[in-house]
């Protein structure tokens, strides 16, 4: 279930920038899935950040976050990252990595990926923004 390490949290300001971490904690390669970045913030429920697609690095974003998060992968290093840029106060948040097969759309639905439909998780890592 906890098969991924996210790291990279901690307190910035707003405006400030962070970069997110997620690699594997068992013997598992992150290039042959497609990983997704959700982050859950008090009160509130889950929702997702971002996603990359396994085959073709395609990138999904959803509104809140483009032009400030970038998802990227270093396939060499076996890992996965979140750059956060110009963060603001509501995005604090835990924000936790996971894998799911192939692709970011789910076949069944034909939209983004739900929660329910990754497999392997990371423990979370806290993002503070604020002055």
């Not at 279930?1 to 307190?11: A, C, E, I, K």
């Not at 639905?109 to 990754?118: F, I, M, N, P, V």
């Given at each position: 279930?906890?098969?991924?390490?996210?790291?990279?949290?901690?307190?910035?300001?707003p405006?400030?920038?962070?970069?997110l971490?997620?690699?594997?904690?068992e013997h598992?390669t992150?290039?042959?899935y497609?990983?997704g970045?959700?982050?859950?913030?008090?009160?509130k429920?889950d929702e997702?950040?971002?996603?990359i697609?396994k085959?073709d690095?395609r990138?999904?974003?959803?509104?809140?976050?483009?032009?400030?998060?970038?998802?990227s992968r270093d396939?060499?290093?076996?890992?996965?990252?979140?750059?956060?840029?110009?963060?603001k106060?509501?995005?604090?948040?835990?924000?936790y990595c996971?894998?799911?097969?192939?692709g970011?759309?789910?076949?069944?639905?034909?939209?983004l990926?739900?929660?329910?439909?990754?497999?392997r998780?990371?423990?979370?890592?806290?993002?503070t923004?604020?002055?």
């Amino acid at each position: 279930q906890v098969s991924l390490v996210t790291s990279g949290g901690g307190l910035v300001q707003p405006g400030g920038s962070l970069r997110l971490s997620c690699v594997p904690s068992e013997h598992i390669t992150l290039s042959d899935y497609a990983i997704g970045w959700f982050r859950e913030a008090p009160g509130k429920e889950d929702e997702g950040v971002s996603c990359i697609n396994k085959s073709d690095d395609r990138r999904y974003y959803v509104d809140f976050m483009k032009g400030r998060f970038t998802i990227s992968r270093d396939n060499a290093a076996n890992r996965v990252y979140l750059q956060m840029n110009n963060l603001k106060p509501e995005d604090t948040a835990v924000y936790y990595c996971a894998t799911t097969p192939v692709g970011c759309i789910s076949w069944y639905s034909g939209r983004l990926k739900q929660k329910r439909e990754y497999d392997r998780w990371g423990q979370g890592t806290q993002v503070t923004v604020s002055s």
